[in-house]
């Protein structure tokens, strides 16, 4: 079986649809940014501030490369930016979380630990550069993906369920 490949915003909520397709299927789940993290010992926050996003990018190619060589039958769950990755196809079926900028901004400021969750996320920081890279980038996510699924307004059950329907 292919992989399938989630892509998406930050805060659109990979992660979260990641462990909801993960209780209703047998998919066994990986994060890409958990990968970097891991491989590097240390957060993307300081990565970038210690490296650049620029050593970032390398190392999502780098994920990328042994994602489309290694892995099969698995649910990947993605960075904002790992769309780019120039493999992305290759590694599975591209299911794009879309929802409006402003859906996104109110999921996470929601959330009991907001502050953390911008914390961690150095592209983030500055709303306005953060709609601008949403303006940006949402063209492109649409264009790359093999299934788009609107997000806003809906269950993580039924999400879960709509893209389990439409993948398999
Ligand atoms: C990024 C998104 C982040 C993380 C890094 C860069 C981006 O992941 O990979 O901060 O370029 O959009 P999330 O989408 O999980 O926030």
Redesign the pocket.
Known sequence: MKNIVLI?????G??SVAREIVQQSDLVAL???DI?ESMENRS??KI?AQEG?EY?RIL?RKVAQWLQKEVRGTLI??????FKVPNLKKIGTVVYLSAPFETIHSRILAHPDAEKKLR?????QDIEKAIK?YDE?SAHYKKVADVVIDVSNKELADIAKEILKKVK
């Open positions: 998406g915003f930050m805060g659109v990979k992660g994060d890409t940014d970097i993307i926050k970038f996003e970032f999502e769950s993605t960075g904002g930016g790992f961690k996320r150095p592209l983030f890279l980038r």
